[in-house]
């Protein structure tokens, strides 16, 4: 087409192209780039920004862009923004204070222990402790423990012992780590 004397009319209609793509091309193909290039930026400098909120920065800056755009060049480069997760909450009626054990069968704490077998089977152990004499008030060992049997299994030894004052329950590896982080407070 270009040896012939033709109108970019009757050149953009014989390949079935759009008129717009003859002229806009490699400006198109540059100001991408560029665009890309902006998007990293922003990104970088500030972290925890969403796309959407970069989206509107740009929008200021005189872009023009659409929010799928910078959310697509951000998830290739992998500069989402990581969530925070929030912190566990303590629940409410518990006064915050950790009770101490004065006397015998005033607080038993129980909590769960796991371990396998030589043929690589899980088991599960359910410790019952009196936190003030340090006794092991019973063990009850099973494949698998459910609800129901942590339940008859701590109403038997109430049976056996009279109910204590308070029961404490470990929560897993959060409760764990925010015991821990607090052990001053229980001091």
């Known amino acids: 087409m270009e040896g012939q004397k033709c109108s970019v009319n009757r050149a953009c209609e014989a390949l079935h192209l759009a008129k717009s793509t003859f002229y806009r091309k490699g400006l198109a193909h540059r100001a991408r780039g560029r665009l890309e290039k902006r998007i990293k930026a922003m990104s970088r400098k500030h972290p925890t920004y969403g796309y959407r909120f970069i989206t509107e920065l740009l929008r200021v800056e005189g872009w023009r862009v659409n929010r799928t755009r910078v959310q697509r060049v951000r998830r290739k480069e992998e500069l989402q923004v990581v969530r925070k997760t929030r912190k566990s909450r303590r629940v409410p009626g518990s006064g915050g204070r ?14 769960f222990i796991h371990d396998r077998l030589e043929n690589g089977a899980g088991l599960k152990m359910l410790t019952v402790l009196d936190e003030y004499t340090r006794e092991c008030l019973g063990i009850l060992v099973e ?26 329950s470990d929560n897993g590896p959060a409760e764990r780590r925010r015991r821990q982080n607090n052990s001053t407070l229980w001091q």
């Open 98 to 111: 950790r009770v101490r054990a004065a006397r015998p069968n005033e607080v038993w704490s129980y909590d």
């Open 143 to 168: 494949r698998s423990i459910t609800a129901t049997a942590v339940v008859g299994f701590l109403e038997i030894l109430m049976l056996q012992r009279g109910p204590p004052a308070h029961m404490r």
